[in-house]
């Protein structure tokens, strides 16, 4: 593998990049209009422009991509997450046309794609599954009846995609309705497929997910968990490794069931299983991303290992070079999601120009980003600026560290989720660990946020006026004759 083309753009294809150059790989990036000056075009070696600015006339071009790959003489295309990642045809078209596609198979991606085949597929693995039906729902009498013989709260889910799109929970009968209409057009329009099905409604779980790495001779190991529980709406906005309330039983349990889930569709390369656990410890199977997370870097920093090297390794038919117990647990790691939203307006998306931004350095603290200084954030994709990511000995360390990384992020032009991430680090039920997937509803306001910042900005100018206070005092005192 001499060339790798990567069909993404900003902060995962510099990602990917950098693995690629340090390996000896050279990679070709390719651009929207609105991308033309954007980091990652200069990071790689060399770099083709895609189309307009909007993914469907750019980044969601497949059979455009190919040509683009056959042309510059490529050996590989990595996906990144998004866009085309977990695009099935897209992965039979790569393979197809004889290149690598640095991710798993077209069949794997099918099944773990919908959310009914992927159930049908666990069946004989005996995988704890969240109680529900095993069949696409689109009739509202129908979806009542198994409602009340479930019984309330119930969950209507996308069969295909994630990300929060087209779910919806239902308290009452008289709702089902209204939501089962929201979540089919919701689902339509993110997945072009509006199928839903029903399932039990968990209250108040956590949100685990495990890390798994399948070569193509069979072996699958996997790298421990992320604590994933801290959303917004069903989207992620930190994420830690490892959790802090599984024990090393539990641990080793999900572990095992996570490469069942990955065996059972004989997955290759990098994957991530993503479970719900109840109060009680109990666990579910909620779904299957076949692709890199965002959220790698934690795994990274607590494993030691190059996730995108693993997955290049594989993709050119290696064997693992690790067994499940070679992976060891060293340390605490933790990613704050840094958009360009506005914590104080209900997360809306906050448009405009990087006029200051600096991201911070320092032991323990990575930045993974595709922005610079004077940089417009484009309306035209997810308006995540950069991933930050710190790490420390224990848990503690990890926090404090996010915290002075946090402080020490100076963005201006846009508002950002930095403010947001300092308010969950320093609040006293996270420092704890006593959270679930509620901890937005139960514990953040904008009011209180707003509270938050007022007083850290009187107290840094409390602390400013007694510097200078002191410092004129000391420029007073008269000099001594000699």
């Keep these: 593998?001499?060339?790798?083309?990567?069909?993404?753009?900003?902060?995962?294809?510099?990602?990917?990049?950098?693995?690629?150059?340090?390996?000896?790989?050279?990679?070709?990036?390719?651009?929207?209009?609105?991308?033309?000056?954007?980091?990652h075009v200069r990071y790689a070696n060399e770099a083709v422009y895609i189309?307009?600015?909007?993914?469907?006339?750019?980044?969601?071009?497949?059979?455009?991509?190919?040509?683009?790959?056959?042309?510059?003489?490529?050996d590989a295309i990595h996906p990144g997450y998004g866009f085309l990642s977990e695009n099935a045809s897209f992965s039979e078209k790569v393979t197809k046309n004889g290149l690598l596609f640095i991710g798993p198979n077209a069949h794997a991606i099918r099944i773990m794609g919908s959310k009914l085949a992927a159930k049908e597929a666990l069946k004989t693995?005996?995988?704890?599954?969240?109680?529900?039906?095993?069949?696409?729902?689109?009739?509202?009498?129908?979806?009542?009846?198994?409602?009340?013989?479930?019984?309330?709260?119930?969950?209507i889910k996308a069969a295909a995609g994630g990300g929060g799109k087209g779910m919806r929970v239902v308290e009452k009968k008289e709702d089902i309705g209204q939501q089962m209409q929201r979540a089919i057009s919701e689902a339509t329009s993110s997945f072009g497929d509006g199928?839903?099905?029903?399932?039990?409604?968990?209250?108040?779980?956590?949100?685990?997910?495990?890390?798994?790495?399948?070569?193509?001779?069979?072996?699958?190991?996997?790298l421990f968990e992320r604590e994933c529980s801290i959303q917004r709406r069903h989207q992620k906005l930190i994420e830690e490794a490892p959790s802090v309330v599984l024990t090393p039983e539990l641990r080793k349990e999900m572990g095992a069931v996570a490469v069942l889930v990955a065996k059972s569709c004989d997955y290759v390369g990098a994957g991530t299983v993503e479970f719900l656990l109840d109060s009680r410890h109990?666990?579910?199977?909620?779904?299957?991303?076949?692709?890199?997370?965002?959220?790698?870097?934690?795994?990274?920093?607590?494993?030691?290992?190059?996730?995108?090297?693993?997955?290049?390794?594989?993709?050119?038919?290696?064997k693992?070079?690790?067994?499940?117990e070679d992976v060891k647990i060293k340390g605490h790691a933790i990613e704050l999601r840094v958009y360009a939203e506005d914590p104080l307006n209900n997360f809306l998306p906050s448009v405009g120009s990087l006029e200051i931004y600096k991201p911070p350095t320092g032991t323990g603290i990575r930045v993974d980003d595709g922005f610079e200084?004077?940089?417009?954030?484009?309306?035209?994709?997810?308006?995540?600026?950069?991933?930050?990511?710190?790490?420390?000995?224990?848990?503690?360390?990890?926090?404090?560290?996010?915290?002075?990384?946090?402080?020490?992020?100076?963005?201006?032009g846009v508002k950002t989720t930095l403010p947001?991430?300092?308010?969950?680090?320093?609040?006293?039920?996270?420092?704890?660990?006593?959270?679930?997937?509620?901890?937005?509803?139960?514990?953040y306001s904008s009011e209180l946020l707003k509270k938050e910042l007022t007083e850290d900005a009187t107290l840094a100018a409390l602390i400013a006026l007694k510097l200078y206070t002191q410092e004129k005092a000391l420029l007073r005192i008269p000099k001594t004759s000699s």
């Design 1 to 39: 593998m001499k060339k790798i083309l990567i069909a993404n753009r900003g902060e995962i294809a510099i990602r990917v990049m950098k693995t690629a150059h340090r390996m000896g790989i050279k990679t070709v990036a390719i651009y929207s209009e609105i991308d033309r000056k954007s980091p």
């Design 51 to 74: 189309g307009e600015s909007p993914s469907n006339k750019s980044y969601l071009l497949g059979d455009k991509i190919i040509e683009i790959a056959l042309e510059m003489g490529v």
């Design 125 to 155: 693995y005996d995988i704890p599954m969240v109680p529900g039906i095993d069949k696409a729902v689109s009739d509202i009498k129908e979806a009542t009846v198994i409602a009340l013989k479930m019984g309330f709260p119930i969950l």
């Design 195 to 222: 199928s839903v099905f029903i399932e039990k409604y968990i209250s108040s779980p956590r949100h685990i997910e495990i890390q798994i790495m399948a070569d193509t001779h069979g072996n699958v190991i996997h």
């Design 282 to 318: 109990n666990f579910y199977f909620l779904e299957m991303n076949t692709r890199l997370q965002v959220e790698h870097p934690v795994t990274e920093f607590i494993t030691n290992l190059d996730l995108v090297e693993l997955q290049i390794r594989v993709a050119r038919g290696e």
């Design 320 to 324: 693992l070079n690790l067994k499940q």
């Design 373 to 412: 200084e004077g940089m417009d954030i484009p309306i035209y994709y997810d308006p995540m600026i950069s991933k930050l990511i710190t790490y420390g000995a224990n848990r503690t360390e990890a926090i404090q560290r996010m915290i002075y990384a946090i402080n020490n992020y100076p963005i201006k």
């Design 420 to 443: 947001f991430g300092k308010f969950v680090c320093e609040h006293p039920a996270f420092i704890r660990g006593d959270f679930d997937t509620h901890f937005v509803q139960n514990y």
